[in-house]
């Protein structure tokens, strides 16, 4: 059976470059509809968040305007979230053994700004991730869960992600929605310096990246197009 380990923003806020604070959390839609997905193919996901906190839900990700399908699909939304048990009882994400790590097929990183507080400078995701890699297993990420992937640092300095083509909430994006100028930190340019090979689509569009064993996606309408094709190379995983 394949065990996929889901890690999720713990921190409820944003602390803005003129030292405000931003309500935020995880993004809805990168939860549900991955998840959903992923339960369907008949995979295993378990929750973390940092020091095991309930997973706050930005309430923004369930406003009419961000969701195109309506009232349907925020009531849809709202009750798959109130069913998963272990968002309100995650795992404890620095308490994660070696074994307990090495027993995950898989991991996948949902967005929200929340990553972009906590999850970007977590050295145990970092090592969690460098694990992972070490065994090419399969990483994934929408959105501004690719700030997940900054803290993979090996020993020597370098970046585990280092030329990888990759994608995630671009800098027009954060523009677009009046937030550039505020972030501690623009993903897109941190990537970048980071070492990726960056790439984007149109803003608001789905737009998925697969290489090698890392899959990301750009922005919230991109979170079907991860799920589909984290599943489909782990379906060829099981079938090697």
């Not at 549900?32 to 995979?43: D, I, K, N, Q, R």
């Not at 369930?62 to 349907?72: D, F, I, Q, T, W």
Request: proline fraction near 6%; include cysteine.
């Amino acid at each position: 059976m394949i065990r996929l380990l889901m890690v999720v923003t713990g921190v409820d806020h944003l602390t803005l470059v003129d030292g405000t604070i931003r309500k935020t959390g995880f993004w809805a839609e990168e939860i549900v509809v991955p998840h959903e997905l992923f339960s369907t193919a008949g995979l295993v996901v378990e929750i973390a968040t940092p020091g095991g906190v309930p997973a706050p839900l930005d309430q923004g990700s369930l406003a009419p305007e961000k969701n195109s399908g309506g009232a349907k699909v925020i009531k849809q939304f709202t009750e798959y979230l109130a069913s998963l048990e272990d968002l309100r009882h995650p795992l404890i994400l620095e308490r994660l053994s070696k074994a307990q790590i090495d027993s995950y097929d898989a991991i996948y990183l949902p967005g929200g700004h929340g990553p972009m507080q906590d999850l970007a400078h977590s050295p145990e995701l970092g090592e969690i991730l460098n694990r992972m890699q070490d065994d090419r297993k399969l990483i994934s990420a929408v959105c501004h869960g690719p700030a997940g992937l900054l803290p993979a640092i090996r020993a020597d300095g370098t970046w585990t992600f280092q030329d990888y083509r990759l994608t995630a909430f671009t800098n027009k994006e954060e523009n677009e929605v009046g937030l550039a100028d505020k972030m501690p930190f623009l993903l897109e340019t941190q990537l970048r310096d980071h070492g990726a090979n960056f790439q984007s689509g149109k803003s608001w569009m789905p737009y998925v990246i697969t290489d090698r064993n890392l899959v990301t996606g750009q922005n919230p309408a991109s979170s079907f197009g991860v799920a589909e094709a984290a599943i489909a190379r782990l379906s060829v995983q099981v079938a090697n």
